[in-house]
């Protein structure tokens, strides 16, 4: 993930954010064959009409919820109340830099260096559902995972 003042040229809309996410659900979820070639189908027409954006910003671990993302910056940090874009890849398998809108809502010195930055989803619409959906699935799947791991 990364921070962004302002929304590059090349970013995707919120349709496609939107579709992109939910072709992700698609092929997270137990499906037929052809449901799993159409959602191919649909993200290789997305990536066809996009092609292939720059490098993905390094990977960090970020604290990712419905209403905010908190992550460790170890450069200058926007402040409070700044607002700009999260860029965001969800996934490793199907890379797409999603520009999420954000407001800067606190930062604060951290122990181990650098800053946390806490940064307030702006999303609205079928957008935000997909998205609160998305990081719902994620959590249950990492409840999921650290049940299997106890048992």
Known sequence: MQWCQSLPPAAASDWEMLRYLMVLADFEQPAAP???AQAKQDLQLLW??????????AAQTVQL???AIVWTSQTATPQPGATGYVALALSTHFPRL??????ITAVAANPAGGQWVRAEWQLA?????QFET???????RAISNARQGQV
Not at 48 to 57: D, F, G, K, T
Not at 125 to 129: A, E, K, R, V, Y
Not at 134 to 139: G, I
């Open 34 to 36: 052809i449901e799993l």
């Open 48 to 57: 066809l009409a996009r092609q292939q954006e720059a490098a993905l910003p």
């Open 65 to 67: 919820g419905m209403q």
């Open 98 to 103: 999603l520009h999420l809108p954000a407001t």
């Open 125 to 129: 619409g079928p957008l935000q559902d």
């Open 134 to 140: 998305t990081v719902f699935r994620y959590h249950r």
